[in-house]
């Protein structure tokens, strides 16, 4: 089974803060998706990223996938209450997603 | 608006019961997905299909088995509970031939605990 590593595992920063959450493998995905699970509800999908070296932005939020399409990168600028989840990457490989390990993030006012 | 979902949001079972979670899905979605979430794990996939009858094994199907009679709707089947099967389920849908390149839409998830 190939792994997708996330770190760090928790987070715990003031508003404000900036953050930046990492998934690693050492797999190829052709494509690698970020999801935010907020409690009591299933994931919701944030972006998606395609291509090697690829950067997205969502607002405060900003995506990055590798060159090589192994690893990728969430950074979050200014964090705001409303950003408290549990953060997942996921790298497709043809009929399926692969999860990572998930990162949970607290935001204080 | 897109839904998926779930029979339950909790369930207590006991050690041996025979254990029914379905969901279904009002996007006309060919695929579908049962997972398990645990602490510090992710969500590690179960079983999935990609149409009517048809199922695949994810990556922990020991001890799970699958039903899918109707496009709407994925049951997950517990044929006798183990206490380590106590999990958050999520269940999801998305369409497309090749599944993993498509959002997925996940369920509200059932948290079971088997005593």
């Known amino acids: 089974t190939q792994l997708l590593e996330q770190s760090p595992q928790f987070l715990s920063i003031q508003e404000g803060e900036n953050l930046t959450v990492y998934c690693n493998s050492s797999s190829v995905f052709s494509s690698l998706q970020w999801y935010r699970q907020e409690p009591g509800e299933g994931p919701v999908l944030l972006v998606t990223v395609v291509t090697g070296g690829e950067v997205k932005k969502l607002k405060r939020l900003t995506f990055q996938f590798g060159d090589a399409r192994k690893d990728s990168s969430l950074h979050i600028t200014a964090a705001q209450p409303g950003d408290t989840g549990l953060y997942l990457c996921?790298?497709?490989?043809?009929?399926?997603?692969?999860f990572g390990t998930g990162t949970r993030l607290q935001v204080f006012p | 608006d897109v839904k998926v979902t779930q029979s339950s949001r909790y369930l207590v079972k006991r050690t041996g019961e025979k254990v029914f979670l379905e969901c279904v899905q009002d996007m006309d979605h060919e695929n579908m997905f049962w997972y398990r979430q645990d602490p510090g794990l992710g969500l590690r996939l179960i079983y999935f299909?990609?149409?009517?009858?048809?199922?695949e094994k994810g990556d922990i199907p020991e001890g799970y088995s699958v039903s899918r009679e109707k496009k709407e709707r994925f049951s997950l089947i517990l044929e006798s509970a183990s206490t380590n099967q106590t999990s958050m389920y999520l269940c999801?849908?998305?369409?497309?031939?090749?599944?993993?390149?498509?959002?997925?839409?996940f369920g509200p998830g059932t948290r079971l605990t088997v005593l």
């Open positions: 299909s990609y149409d009517v009858k048809m199922k």
């Open positions: 999801a849908s998305s369409w497309g031939f090749l599944a993993g390149y498509n959002e997925q839409f």
């Open positions: 996921a790298g497709a490989k043809s009929d399926k997603l692969i």
